[in-house]
């Protein structure tokens, strides 16, 4: 899909509450951290629907933690999660530490999770793809079926300085898109999760930033986690 700019690379460091409210966390972490992080946003629902092939690839390459590694997810952003309305298509690609993402952008289309079957949906994603975007984005996305949904809440921060940003996620959702009514395997996680972004060249600042954190720094992947929760839920 093209060569990644180094440019465009950033870090994604996440850290897990296990404990303790979204409200708590703000406040004692992240509105009181030495960077003056302001919300910058209002609160929002994001929805996912995650893809991967036959062999879970994306999968294993993120439990292996393999070098490089993609990631393919349709994205779009409302609470009523079966209404997906506006979405956008990403590939995050990961180079070791650092990572990249790209975004096709379906416009003006929507689908209803409720009223058509995964492989209804999934023709007509593909479909609008191929509408407006490279026909080899459109190929790869045949190939591949939904292999989790997963929804959550999100609020937003930027650093006083607007290098550094600060997103946190909570109420994490997640069901088995293979199940013919999908809500009938909903499964949740109350952890909260903080992600710090920025670009490369302030990495080595950041530190003075991560050391105001009350949590260790975790290899945190929603999908992973998401996969294991439902398949888990399945198998008892």
């Not at 897990?16 to 992080?37: A, K, M």
């Not at 949740?188 to 260790?216: I, N």
Request: hydrophobic content about 30%.
């Amino acid at each position: 899909m093209g060569k990644v700019a180094a440019k465009n690379l950033r870090y994604e460091r996440k850290f897990i509450y296990e404990t303790g409210t979204p409200e708590d966390l703000i406040h004692t972490v992240v509105l009181s951290n030495s960077f003056c992080f302001r919300e910058i946003f209002h609160r929002r629902t994001v929805n996912n629907i995650y893809y991967d092939d036959a062999s879970m690839s994306f999968y294993h390459q993120n439990v292996s933690g393999d070098e490089i590694r993609d990631k393919y997810r349709l994205r779009w952003y409302g609470d009523a999660f079966e209404i997906i309305e506006n979405p956008v298509l990403e590939i995050k690609k990961k180079y070791g530490a650092v990572g990249d993402k790209l975004s096709f952008a379906l416009s003006e289309n929507t689908f209803n999770l409720k009223e058509d079957s995964t492989k209804e949906i999934q023709q007509k994603i593909t479909k609008a793809i191929q509408e407006a975007h490279p026909q080899e984005l459109a190929l790869k996305l045949g190939s591949l079926t939904p292999s989790l949904y997963n929804s959550y809440e999100r609020r937003y921060f930027l650093s006083n300085c607007k290098r550094y940003r600060i997103t946190i996620d909570y109420n994490m959702t997640f069901y088995n898109p293979h199940f013919t009514n999908y809500e009938v395997s909903k499964a949740q996680l109350s952890d909260v999760v903080l992600e710090l972004k920025y670009e490369v060249p302030h990495d080595k600042e950041s530190r003075q930033l991560t050391q105001q954190l009350t949590s260790r720094l975790s290899k945190n992947s929603k999908y992973v986690r998401g996969v294991h929760l439902i398949h888990h839920q399945q198998n008892n």
